[in-house]
Nanobody, 124 residues
Framework: QVQLLESGGGLVQTGDSLRVSCVSS?????MAWFRQAPGKEREFAAG???????AYADSVTGRFTISGDNAKNTVYLQMNSLKPEDTAVYYC?????????????????????WGQGTQVTVST
């Protein structure tokens, strides 16, 4: 059974930075961060391929950076200039096989396994 373990969420103020991490029990071709705010659908935030290809949602481009350590099966999401609208549960997701760039995998249904989520709250 594949396990993804997220960590690093918390309560921060507007403009602050935060880094969340996700450790996977398996190697994955594609890893991504999704987020879900109360009453809203889960949405893509950022994704990364093992090759290093990355993709971002328009709402986080320029503020968030996704990176990975293939040797540790770990993916990170560095979040800068946080806004109250970034408040959500952040989920790590992965899939074993992928082709093309990370931007091809922005739909939650494309992912095989998920973490339990970590809460990020940005206060005004």
């Amino acid at each position: 059974q594949v396990q993804l373990l997220e960590s690093g969420g918390g309560l921060v103020q507007t403009g602050d930075s935060l880094r969340v991490s996700c450790v996977s029990s398996v190697s994955s071709a594609v890893m991504a961060w999704f987020r879900q705010a109360p009453g809203k659908e889960r949405e893509f935030a950022a994704g990364i391929r093992g090759s290093g290809s990355t993709a971002y949602a328009d709402s986080v481009t320029g503020r968030f950076t996704i990176s990975g350590d293939n040797a540790k099966n770990t993916v990170y999401l560095q979040m800068n200039s946080l806004k109250p609208e970034d408040t959500a549960v952040y989920y790590c997701a992965g899939k074993r096989v992928g082709f093309g760039g990370a931007g091809r995998y922005t739909n939650p249904a494309q992912y095989e396994y998920w973490g339990q989520g970590t809460q990020v709250t940005v206060s005004t």
